[in-house]
């Protein structure tokens, strides 16, 4: 497994990371079942992956479960991220808080639900425009005094926020929307993003020293090439209400990873592997957040790292996503 290193941390990442939004459970993901869940971060562990991403708003703290049950006997090996700010109630209503008190609270309960006494980075998921970032990040520290967490990362933030978090606390890491086919993109699941990932976040991240991971980098699941037009999932999955993966944009989507796919063919190689393959050769990407939910799908995202695309090929790539982005 090949590792990259950044300035602000001491830990070196393997560049194929683990999503874990995939093994949420099947109210979450179509195909998520919990005992293919945890093989798979075992495997994943076993062929060299030492990062793993998750947050409690996963299933609604069932991802953090399935992690921590999965790493129990491996925890010294590995880093975990996850994450606070996005709460819901009784009725599973997701809301963006960013209070003292309520960071107080998550961090307790992924403490336990992970198994574990303390997180190697503690992002903030989401920015809240109703909290100040002042009283965010005392609680950050505070929590961090008391060695619960030994980093603090941001995700989803614009370069000015993320520039008053820094001016009162360290942030060594920032996790973006980045994958082959949304690369500056201006919403997510209907959400707007107030960054442009790759014109203002890559150049930071690299300016700073700080870690980058790229979520949704297969697109979350389109860049595997078996999307069909309809009927990919029901309605019990999160990305069934994605408006990209609707009407003329979808088509649009689809058009363009049928020209990957060729690319992809033209060397042997799967589509997920040369998406992946692209992010881990830009210096910027420190590892690769990888979603899966079976041993198959650990194996395939981590034999990426087996082989190098070659400069004429990554020329193709980027006329056909230059292409495809000036249409969307």
């Known amino acids: 497994m090949k590792k990259k290193k950044v300035l602000l941390m001491e830990e070196e990442f393997s560049v194929v990371g683990f999503g874990c939004w995939a093994i949420s459970g099947s109210n ?8 293919d869940s945890i093989k798979a971060v075992q495997k994943a562990v076993e062929l060299g992956v030492n990062f ?8 609604f703290g069932h991802a953090e479960e399935v992690l921590g049950k999965a790493l129990k006997d ?6 975990i991220a996850t994450k606070c700010g996005l709460v819901w109630d009784d009725r599973y209503r997701i809301e963006n808080r960013l209070t003292a008190e309520s960071i107080y609270r998550e961090i307790d309960d992924s403490l336990r639900r992970l198994h574990t006494d303390y997180i190697d980075i503690y992002q903030i998921h989401w920015p809240d425009p109703n909290t100040p970032i002042e009283e965010t990040m005392e609680a950050l520290i505070n929590i961090q005094k008391a060695g619960k967490i030994r ?18 606390a360290a942030i060594v890491s920032q996790q973006c ?7 500056n993109e201006e919403s997510y699941h209907g959400i707007p993003l107030e960054y442009r990932t ?8 690299k300016e700073k020293g700080q870690a980058f991971f790229p979520y949704s980098p297969l697109c979350q699941g389109l860049l595997t090439g078996v999307f069909k037009e309809t009927g990919n999932f029901d309605d019990n999955d999160v990305r069934a209400n994605n408006p990209k993966f609707k009407g003329s944009i979808f088509k649009k989507y ?14 042997n190689k799967p589509l997920s592997q040369l998406a992946i393959n692209w992010l881990i050769q830009k210096d910027e990407v420190t590892s690769v957040i990888s979603g899966a939910q079976n041993i198959n799908h650990v194996e395939e995202n981590v034999d990426s790292v087996s082989w190098e695309l070659s400069d004429d090929i990554i020329k193709e790539i980027d006329h056909i996503l230059s292409t495809f982005e000036k249409t969307c």
Not at 151 to 168: Q, R
Not at 198 to 205: A, H, S, W
Request: net charge negative.
């Open 28 to 35: 979450t993901w179509n195909n998520s079942n919990d005992d």
């Open 52 to 59: 793993f991403d998750v947050a409690p708003v996963y299933g």
């Open 74 to 79: 491996s925890r010294s090996k590995v880093l």
């Open 151 to 168: 980093y603090i990362g941001v995700s989803n933030f614009p370069i000015d926020l993320t520039k008053k978090a820094m001016e009162l």
């Open 177 to 183: 929307l980045y994958n082959m086919l949304e690369r």
């Open 198 to 205: 790759e014109k203002e976040i890559l150049p930071f991240c």
């Open 254 to 267: 689809l058009n363009v990873v049928e020209k990957l796919k060729g690319i992809a063919n033209s060397i």
